[in-house]
């Protein structure tokens, strides 16, 4: 096994000292990303919902229409019943 290398002074980075500028920006770069990500996902998640809830919507509508479609059936079948006889 190597042993691992030694360090000059001037090669170490202090934890205490801000970090260089391409580091900086190349942070700052994937903070804004995922902020972006974290408004993207909550935008596709509020259109999904929208879109379920207008499903759902929709689907009571039709089974809705489809009692009523159903009694006005029964109605002109008793109907036809009643004057057939």
Known sequence: MKPFPKFTKEQTIDENEPLPSPFKEGREKLSNFEI??????NETLFKITTEIENAENALNQAEQLAQRLKKRLKQLKDLQRVLSR
């Open 36 to 41: 972006e990500l974290g408004e993207r996902q």
